[in-house]
């Protein structure tokens, strides 16, 4: 006799109504409305003092446009800089408490009675947190070119267009990485605050201390036993190879292809790569797509990875009345 139970319907039925309930409440949320304002104010003070410098060298630069994303007047960073440092804070912001807000507020029992599977309660609030990280960073987009069209009186060219807008692209992707590791976090643990601390903590850990140890890790990997030219490569792309695990060091080298087109390689530049090239000349948008598709790859492929991990464990959670 077969036991198992049979699926009725579709399992993404409700879908739609988790994910606007979701974002509605994202967008009206005091924590969202606090952490809109942070970037807006960010995004223009970084933005208005980059136009500051930037003005003197209209109609040398074929790029300008490109440079109110990095460049940068002290005391302030550049805004890409910003950029990295706070789409991961909002992107947990968003999710930490998604699935152990429910347990704790006693109403996951009654979500899941009504006709809604698991499967698209959890992908409803991921797509509900996505989707609102896109709203939030196509808003700043929107007025970091507003400020540049009104500030500096030059029109963007379509490759400057098209360049910050696939750096945008990416920007989602990376904060899509942080959105899984706390929608994971409020899956394991119960506490909302443990998940936070949880998913700062491996921020933390991939922004501050991974690029040392992937230096220490390095040499015992790939050790230089005669001093070889060779041997010397070879620890330099072991080294690059480990820190690329990190999220962070990913979207800081998709940010340098995308947005400075000179840079011509990501890692150690040969002899032979220079053959026929004109230094500082700007790389066309297909061959910066070129360095950075595995980048981009290795975005997407950790934020669906994350988010499969998520919904085994939810899958296997007891759930009780």
């Known amino acids: 006799m077969n036991l198992r139970a049979e699926r009725e319907g579709s399992p993404w039925k409700g879908l739609w109504a988790v994910m606007t309930k979701e974002m509605a409440d994202h967008l009206t949320s005091v924590r969202m409305q606090i952490l809109e304002a942070l970037i807006a104010l960010t ?6 003092a980059a136009i500051q410098k930037i003005r003197t060298v209209i109609g040398h630069d074929p790029f300008l446009f490109l440079k109110l994303f990095t460049e940068n007047r002290e005391p302030l960073p550049a805004f890409v800089g910003l950029l990295g440092f706070l789409v991961p804070l909002v992107a947990i912001a968003l999710a930490f408490d998604a ?6 507020r006693r109403t996951i029992s009654r979500l899941l009675a009504q006709p809604i599977y698991r499967d698209a309660l959890l992908f409803g609030k991921f797509l509900a947190g996505f989707f609102t990280l896109a709203l939030m960073l196509v808003a700043i987009w929107l007025l970091v070119m507003g400020l540049g069209l ?4 030059v ?13 945008l692209g990416a920007c989602l992707f990376y904060g899509g990485i942080w959105l899984a590791v706390a929608l994971l976090f409020s899956v394991i643990f ?3 605050a443990t998940a936070a601390l949880a998913s700062i903590a491996v921020w933390l850990f991939f922004s501050a201390f991974w690029v040392t140890i992937a230096e220490a ?6 050790p230089v036993h005669f001093g070889l030219p060779e041997e010397y490569l070879a620890q330099v ?5 480990l820190s690329r695990l990190s999220p962070n060091i990913l979207y800081g080298e998709i940010t340098l292809a995308l947005l400075r087109p000179e840079i011509r390689a990501l890692g150690p530049l040969l002899a032979f790569q ?7 000349s700007p790389l066309p948008l297909s061959q910066s797509l070129l360095l950075i598709w595995p980048h981009l790859t290795g975005l997407v492929a950790s934020t669906i990875l994350l988010f499969a991990l998520s919904y085994v464990l939810f899958q296997r959670q007891e759930i009780r009345a």
Request: proline share 8%.
């Open 43 to 48: 995004a223009f003070v970084t933005v208005y």
């Open 99 to 104: 699935i152990n807000g429910e347990f704790n």
């Open 150 to 153: 009104l500030l500096l009186g």
């Open 155 to 167: 029109p963007p060219r379509g490759e400057e267009v098209l360049r910050s807008f696939l750096h």
């Open 190 to 192: 119960r506490q909302p």
């Open 217 to 222: 890790l390095a040499p015992l990997l790939r």
């Open 237 to 241: 792309q072991a080294t690059m190879a």
């Open 274 to 280: 220079l053959q026929g090239a004109i230094l500082g």
